[in-house]
């Protein structure tokens, strides 16, 4: 199951972007053998200042066809990284081709593409920035990849 990040606004070179791309490579590398992965990012960017019907817009395009949806939002679902590898272990076995997660710009995500998601997720009840909401899914998405291959890295 290929896994796309969908997120507007771009990430500069620095310590997020590391972390980042060191996440996913972990991701793709223990995940390739389960049926998970790879993972992209797709990066869009309203540059005509339309707010977050503009960046729905944009966000949509970025989503494969037929893919599963995940709405990173506030007033989501949240949930343990063990049950976090389960949703994807169970999507994955579903015959899903792709799951996209979408992360919105400082104004969140425009409601109607949220309405239009499979599920929402939200990482506790506070706002994170988008860059370390980034991080926080790789990390989540590796991890949950240890998980499911019984690796070290996750200590319950």
Request: proline share 6%; aromatic share 6%.
């Amino acid at each position: 199951m290929r896994v796309h990040l969908c997120v507007v606004g771009r990430l500069r070179a620095g310590p997020e972007a590391d972390l980042v791309t060191d996440y996913l490579k972990r991701f793709d590398r223990t995940g390739r053998a389960m049926g998970l992965g790879p993972a992209k990012i797709v990066e869009v960017e309203d540059k005509k200042g339309g707010g977050k019907p503009a960046e729905a817009a944009l966000l949509r395009k970025a989503i494969p066809s037929g893919a599963v949806i995940c709405c990173l939002d506030e007033r989501g679902k949240v949930m343990p990284s063990p049950d976090f590898a389960a949703l994807l272990a169970k999507r994955r076995d579903q015959g899903s081709q792709d799951l996209a997660f979408v992360i919105g710009g400082a104004d969140g995500i425009d409601p109607a593409l949220v309405a239009e998601a499979d599920m929402t997720l939200s990482f506790g009840k506070m706002v994170w920035p988008h860059m370390l909401a980034r991080v926080m899914l790789t990390e989540q998405l590796y991890r949950a990849a240890s998980i499911l291959s019984n690796g070290p890295y996750h200590r319950a």
